[in-house]
């Protein structure tokens, strides 16, 4: 993957724009194509788009024209950020019951910027070398978000936390 450190930070920039916009766009246009790609609710599991969608098109953008190997490190970046997602917004809204936007917000920035610096400090050749698996388990996750979207299991990560009582769906 080539370096190119001004650029990648503008596509930061304009992914973490992209994201947070991505944030308000089916509040404003409520429809089945803006809900594949803006949180539909307040769940944990809907927050992933956010990191989802600008964390593929950006690795997608920054390695056009390159191997397919160049995309393995922004696959396995994009599950970790993904996760980072989930785990973090986990520990704040529901283990310790915060409700906070600005921490949700903080969140956000911190997992996508070490999505990108992860994509960089991951391009190493046992990770290239596992790039078209990198990749499937990325699409996967992307079904994912999709399918859940519109046919969320029960469960904690996917229950609308701005309309119940978070403390009231942990079973003690």
């Not at 969608?53 to 920054?62: E, I, K, N, Q, V």
Request: glycine share 8%.
């Amino acid at each position: 993957m080539k370096r190119r450190p001004k650029r990648t930070f503008l596509v930061f920039l304009v992914a973490l724009a992209a994201g947070a916009a991505l944030h308000f766009v089916y509040e404003l246009l409520p429809n089945v194509f803006t809900a594949l790609f803006s949180p539909v609710q307040e769940s944990l599991w809907e927050h992933v788009k956010l990191i989802y969608w600008p964390m593929l098109c950006a690795g997608l953008f920054l390695t056009r024209g390159e191997s397919k190997e160049t995309k393995g490190p922004w696959a396995l970046a994009t599950l970790i950020a993904a996760a980072g997602v989930l785990g973090l917004g986990y520990i704040h809204r529901i283990v310790l019951g915060g409700e906070s936007a600005a921490v949700d917000v903080g969140i956000y920035v911190l997992m996508l910027a070490l999505g990108f610096v992860l994509a960089r400090m991951l391009d190493l050749p046992v990770i290239r070398s596992r790039a078209e698996a990198l990749m499937l388990l990325a699409l996967a996750l992307g079904g994912a978000v999709v399918l859940f979207t519109f046919l969320p299991p029960d469960g904690v990560l996917f229950m609308d936390l701005e309309r119940a009582s978070t403390w009231g769906s942990i079973p003690y």
